[in-house]
């Protein structure tokens, strides 16, 4: 079998699937309480004590998805495990928020629509596995968004509030937004709901295309309150976690995925445009010709800004690839997730321990020991990815 067949072939990444889940599951539960989510590159867990509300969540979505795949029953166990911990840890009945991290004996418990956004995904994804009560989990999301979040005014949600829920930034950016747009797709998938469905539609119209066409055509990360672009914001802090400065390849072809996603729910022209105009520009502007791979962010001048490389974008890229593939009919599009899982296969995926590396130089090298840290990786978006392509190939 070629590597393009490979690439493409069911039993590949659903086997690849496995062999992920299969570097966390042997000690990924923790006796305490919820899930490790700290490791070393040889599977090794450390600092068991942090714990964040997103790998939380995102952990509980992967065994999710891992029980729809293969109906084994540890991972049901392990969703159900980890459901449980959101449940009665993060979940804080007394002030009607989620404790966004836990690090040893202090906890942060301000309110983050990114958080809620994953809380939305993995109660969508429990329901859709037959657990009843995230029903009643979804909706009670739901209402604390409609209720503390969304700004009608402008179109988007909030993203961060205080943990008295006093005090909410000014501060308006897309990612949470973006990440609202997928969990409330995955709402709609689980309940059948509408409502949901036309919240997503507005946020993709709102930064797609609204918000982007203030820069240039591409989604730029940060806006004031007006929404007019801030152009300064983490300028000195190119690396932040979740809020990065610069365009960033990987939001674009994330939306990319996302639009494409919406328009096999409802279908219109511009998704699509859009979806390819995104992905084109992002790769043409940030693939690395001479060591391979996908840079992390690039200037408004488009120089390349940040020369690491990240799994997510690697992973998010190629299932927009696939998916323009199939939505388009354009070969090339087949061409880049080849060129993309060629260079991922051979830089990314630990074929010693398992897992995908988080961080490499613009050199391939890596950075750390540390594969998954709270927060950052628990390969969500490499699982996800590759499950994006699976639902879209026959016989899905």
């Known amino acids: 079998m070629t590597s393009t067949q490979r690439f493409r072939d069911r039993r590949f990444l659903t086997g690849h699937v496995h062999d992920i889940l299969s570097f966390y599951a042997p000690t990924v539960k923790d006796p305490q309480g919820g ?11 450390y600092d068991d004590a942090s714990k964040h509300l997103v790998s939380s969540c995102r952990m509980v979505f992967n065994f999710c998805e891992a029980d729809r795949l293969f109906g084994e029953p540890g991972f049901r166990n392990l969703w159900q495990h980890g459901l449980e911990f959101i449940r009665a840890v993060h979940w804080q009945e007394d002030r009607g928020g ?18 809620l956004a994953f809380v939305m995904l993995t109660h969508a994804a429990c329901l859709a596995r037959g657990d009843e009560q995230s029903k009643d989990d979804l909706y009670r999301t739901w209402t604390i968004l409609e209720g503390r979040f969304w700004l009608a005014d402008v179109g988007l949600y909030a ?23 997928e969990a409330l797709m995955a709402a709609f998938d689980a309940t059948n709901d509408t409502q949901f469905l036309d919240r997503a539609y507005l946020l993709a119209r709102k930064i797609a295309v609204e918000q982007s066409a203030l820069s240039d055509g591409l989604v730029w990360e ?52 859009r979806a390819q105009e995104l992905f084109d520009r992002a790769l043409k502007i940030a693939w690395d010709d001479v ?24 992973a998010e890229s190629f299932a927009a690839a696939a998916l323009l593939a199939t939505a388009s009919g354009d070969a090339r599009y087949w061409d880049w997730y080849d060129r993309i ?10 074929h010693k321990h398992g897992a995908w590396f988080r961080l490499l130089t613009a ?6 020991e540390r ?10 978006h490499t699982i996800g990815a590759c499950i994006t392509v699976l639902d879209r190939m026959p016989g899905a």
Not at 98 to 115: K, L, P, R
Not at 168 to 176: C, D, E, I, P
Not at 341 to 350: G, L, P, R, S
Not at 363 to 368: D, I, L, P, Q
């Open 98 to 115: 989620y404790v966004w991290s836990f690090n040893g004996d202090s906890i942060d418990e301000t309110n983050h629509c990114y958080g």
């Open 363 to 368: 050199a391939n090298e890596k950075v750390s």
């Open 159 to 181: 993203d961060e509030i205080s943990a008295d829920w006093q005090q909410v930034s000014t501060y308006r950016g897309q990612n949470a937004n973006m990440h609202m747009c």
């Open 35 to 45: 899930f490790r989510q700290n490791f070393l590159d040889d599977g090794t867990p």
């Open 341 to 350: 899982w060629e260079y991922c296969w051979q830089h990314f995926v630990d």
């Open 222 to 273: 940060h806006f004031k309150q007006d929404l007019s672009l801030d152009m300064e914001y983490n300028r000195a802090d190119p690396r932040n976690l979740y809020r990065p400065w610069g365009f960033q390849p990987g939001h674009q072809t994330e939306w990319s995925k996302l639009l494409l996603l919406l328009y096999k729910r409802r279908p219109e022209a511009w998704m699509l445009q």
């Open 371 to 380: 594969k998954s840290l709270a927060g950052a990786k628990c390969d969500y």
């Open 291 to 314: 060591h391979g791979g996908i840079f992390y962010g690039f200037d408004p001048d488009e120089n390349i800004c940040d020369l690491d490389k990240y799994f997510w974008v690697q």
